[in-house]
């Protein structure tokens, strides 16, 4: 594929990212504001010789995804809000259950139907903690559509490399926006395949037995090896275990293969943090924003920089804490209720100099929202 110049929206621009990561299936249900990928894959899946599902629901849509993971295909669902809470349980069996799947949230205004035309950023905690019980997981995000292609191979990337679900939690904002994006040819990106078990067929496999490297080798459920899939505490055959060493380990293992990891999952863009007074830490479409106001501010002389996060979850506690010690305050701009916030706060060593910048009215924060609210924080007035 040679490299290809295209204006289109966010939402076809993740589902150009996934057909480039190797998307082998699809299964999911219309809900504004993430349509745009189901309608878009509906065409471009099988073209590319994937299958494509539109299911009866939410619920149906992501155990459709694992039981296809398993069978040794890269797959994807997509939703908003309602339906991702649907999701949440079956998410949860993909975390134990140590299953590779891509799911995009295209974030809406909330709580319960709320706005459905209308963007916000409040599904941060969620994504994070959803599911039940202790655990961890990828959430990606991005501000800009050049970024929003690259995230998207990146989740497919890790969601390989760690052998767990990935979440691209993306606003109504980026996703239907038209902009310019560059798909580069293929192969210009690193792309990583299903990392699939070497154990000979008639030998012994044990599904959740961790190489040296920390990484599981699969086989492809159907194929060469017969082995049990629960999404209870198991043993490396993957049969059901109450010993406590088994859970205990299990456990650890389900935290510690992304936490452990957090400087290589992080990915993030810094913007005059040099010699910053004033730093902003924002994501998605709010960094679209919080950006304009540090090019306004730096035009005007004042040292203000950006560290926009891509990397939600982990939460990149270290690189926060360095990025935003030498300012005098730090602003957080989001549209929802302070959810980043708090992470900010818990991470550096003064949080009384973290302030959150919100709108939370259905509309997207303006570059004078920013302005005016840390004018107050400042006490320059409005």
Same mark, same amino acid.
């Given at each position: 594929m040679k490299e290809q110049l295209k204006f289109i929206q966010g939402n076809e621009v993740c589902v150009e990212g996934a057909l480039y990561s190797g998307l082998g299936f699809f299964a999911g249900y219309p809900i504004t504001p993430s349509s745009e990928i189901l309608e878009y894959l509906s =065409?471009?899946?099988?073209?590319?010789?994937?299958?494509?599902? *539109?299911?009866?629901?939410?619920?149906?849509?992501?155990?459709?995804?694992?039981?296809? $993971?398993?069978?040794?295909?890269?797959?994807?669902?997509?939703? $908003?809000?309602?339906?991702f809470s649907l999701m949440q349980e079956a998410l949860g069996f993909a975390v134990m259950a140590e299953i590779?799947?891509?799911?995009?949230?295209?974030?809406r205004f909330g709580p319960s139907t709320g706005l459905p035309t209308q963007g916000s950023q409040q599904d941060v905690y969620q994504a994070r903690w959803g599911r039940h019980g202790d655990h961890s997981i990828i959430v990606l995000t991005a501000s800009n559509h050049q970024d929003l292609f690259y995230i998207t191979v990146e989740a497919f990337n890790f969601s390989e490399t760690y052998r767990s679900p990935v979440i691209l939690l993306l606003d109504e904002g980026v996703a239907h926006l038209r902009e310019k994006v560059i798909i580069p040819k *293929?192969?210009?990106?690193?792309?990583?395949?299903?990392?699939?078990? $070497?154990? !000979?067929?008639? #030998?012994?496999?044990?599904?959740?037995?961790? =190489?040296?490297?920390? =990484?599981?080798?699969?086989?492809?459920?159907?194929g060469s090896h017969r082995y049990n899939v629960t999404g209870l505490f198991h043993d490396m055959w993957g049969f059901p275990s109450t010993d406590p060493k088994i859970v205990h380990g299990l456990l650890h293992h389900l935290v510690d293969k992304i936490e452990s990891n957090v400087n290589q999952i992080a990915r993030f863009k810094e913007y005059f943090l040099d010699d910053a007074d004033f730093v902003i830490v924002s994501y998605g479409s709010s960094a679209r924003t919080a950006l304009h106001v540090v090019h306004s501010m730096r035009r005007k002389g004042e040292k203000w920089g950006l560290l926009e996060l891509q990397t939600l979850? !982990?939460?990149?506690?270290?690189? &926060?804490?360095?990025?935003?010690?030498?300012?005098?305050?730090?602003?957080? &701009?989001?549209?929802?209720?302070? *959810?980043?916030?708090?992470?900010?706060?818990?991470? #550096?060593?003064?949080?009384?100099?973290?302030?959150?910048?919100?709108?939370?009215?259905?509309?997207?924060?303006?570059?004078t929202d920013i302005k005016n609210i840390t004018r107050v924080i400042l006490g320059r007035g409005v």
């Open positions: =065409r471009r899946l099988p073209e590319a010789g994937g299958s494509f599902v *539109q299911m009866e629901d939410e619920i149906a849509s992501i155990c459709a995804i694992i039981g296809a $993971s398993l069978t040794g295909k890269k797959s994807m669902t997509a939703t $908003s809000g309602p339906g590779p799947c891509v799911v995009a949230d295209v974030q *293929q192969g210009e990106i690193p792309v990583i395949e299903r990392l699939r078990t $070497s154990v !000979p067929e008639g #030998v012994d496999y044990h599904p959740y037995l961790p =190489r040296e490297d920390g =990484r599981l080798p699969m086989s492809d459920f159907g979850w !982990p939460f990149p506690c270290s690189l &926060v804490r360095e990025k935003c010690e030498e300012a005098d305050f730090v602003f957080v &701009v989001e549209i929802n209720m302070g *959810q980043v916030v708090h992470e900010v706060k818990r991470c #550096v060593d003064y949080p009384e100099k973290v302030y959150l910048v919100n709108r939370v009215d259905g509309e997207f924060i303006t570059p």
